[in-house]
Each structure stands twice: as C-alpha cells, then as structure tokens.
T-cell receptor
Framework: KAGVTQTPRYLIKTRGQQVTLSCSPI?????VSWYQQTPGQGLQFLFE???????NKGNFPGRFSGRQFSNSRSEMNVSTLELGDSALYLC??????????????FGEGSRLTVL | AQTVTQSQPEMSVQEAETVTLSCTYD???????LFWYKQPPSRQMILVIR??????QNATENRFSVNFQKAAKSFSLKISDSQLGDTAMYFC??????????????FGTGTKLQVIP
C-alpha cells in the first residue's frame, strides 16, 4: 500500500511568488491535514480537510489556503510568499472519521525555500 | 487552546541504555489522545506510541513505554535498550476528541535524541 506522497519534494521561490503543494493520501484515507515545520516553531497546524470540506484551520494568514478533491488528494497554496514562509510543509492523512483519535500518516514533506 | 511543552530540546544516550523524554500539556478537556511521533533524519514522521486519556494503564510498544499522569498532565516516553536507529526528533502530540470528528493535533517543539555508539 502506497504511503502519503507529497510533491514537489524541494522547491525554491522568490518573495512575492506563489506556490502550490500537492499531497496524495493513503488509499482510503479521507482526512488530510497540513503542517508547517520550522526549527524554531516546531509543527504548526495549517488546516484539515475531510470529504472536500475544510473542517478546521490553524492561525495562519489568508495567504495560506488549501483544498481537497473528490479523490481525497489535497493541495495547499501560499500566495505572496515571504521569507518567513521557508519551511518544511508536511501533509498527513488519517482514517479517522469520528471520535477515535486516529494515527496520522505523514508524507516526507515539501521543503520550500523563499529567497 | 491546548499547549504541549517539551522542555528538553536535545538529549543523548549511550547505546543499550534507557532514556526518558518529557512532555507536559495543558488542557481543560477530559477525553483526548496523546501521541509520541518519531522523525528520523530522513524526515518522514511515524507514530511511536499512543495513549487514550480514559485508559489508566500506560501504553507499551516493545522498547517504548509511556508514563501517563493525567492529573499532572504529564506524558513521558521511555526508550529502553536504546539503538542507533532511535536517533531522531521526537514529538509529543495532543489531540482532543471531537464530536465533529475534525482533527487538530497540537505538537510540542520536539526533542532531538542522539544515540551514541
């Protein structure tokens, strides 16, 4: 069974540009969440999607957005990039649909560098 | 809002020895889940162990065990017989039980563990 796949793995952008990151969850997983990982801040929750609906959102500016498709694949977009957006962006999928506290399965991440 | 605190940014342990990683959390919830995730240098995060708050018995997975103190809001991870492959960042995480089913996991800032041969 294939794991969580994130593309691209590495990318370099300049300030002001926008970027789109993609995440394909494990087959059968309908919940996809995104995290930003930086050395100083650890993992910060961005948002979570389930059945194409955003169920929860973290404390990030509106420049950060996401969506989920009918096949559960998810994308996140960051517009008007800032230097501080340089980070590892992690996607995680889960089987949990209810109140069962499911395990998160992570991808290898997309390493974004903003110059 | 929930917070998770890992007070040990870095730790080291000799191979075959035992090490304990600390984690405390703050919540007003009664039903929740706690996790330890491991992120090796290759970056893919994997689950090490999980604990349901309603269970008094501490979770154990082979060489990994937790000391869950609900009243003290403490959730430490003990690694016995440390191996070189245990070298990684370890994240403590909290997830509350939600009727809506949404998942918002709060992570600590991590503890970098180095196992020394």
């Amino acid at each position: 069974k294939a794991g969580v796949t994130q593309t691209p793995r590495y990318l370099i952008k300049t300030r002001g540009q926008q970027v789109t990151l993609s995440c394909s969850p494990i087959s059968g997983h309908r919940s996809v969440s995104w995290y930003q990982q930086t050395p100083g801040q650890g993992l910060q929750f961005l948002f979570e999607y389930f059945s194409e609906t955003q169920r929860n959102k973290g404390n990030f500016p509106g420049r950060f957005s996401g969506r989920q498709f009918s096949n559960s694949r998810s994308e996140m977009n960051v517009s008007t990039l800032e230097l501080g957006d340089s980070a590892l962006y992690l996607c995680a999928s889960s089987l949990t649909t209810g109140t069962s506290g499911g395990e998160l399965f992570f991808g290898e991440g997309s390493r974004l560098t903003v110059l | 809002a929930q917070t998770v605190t890992q007070s040990q940014p870095e730790m080291s342990v000799q191979e075959a020895e035992t090490v304990t990683l600390s984690c405390t959390y703050d919540t007003s919830e009664n039903n929740y889940y706690l996790f330890w995730y491991k992120q090796p240098p290759s970056r893919q995060m994997i689950l090490v162990i999980r604990q349901e708050a309603y269970k008094q018995q501490n979770a154990t997975e082979n060489r990994f065990s937790v000391n869950f103190q609900k009243a003290a809001k403490s959730f430490s991870l003990k690694i016995s017989d440390s191996q070189l492959g245990d070298t990684a960042m370890y994240f403590c995480a909290f997830m509350k039980e939600s009727p809506g089913g949404y998942q918002k996991v709060t992570f600590g800032t991590g503890t970098k563990l180095q196992v020394i041969p």
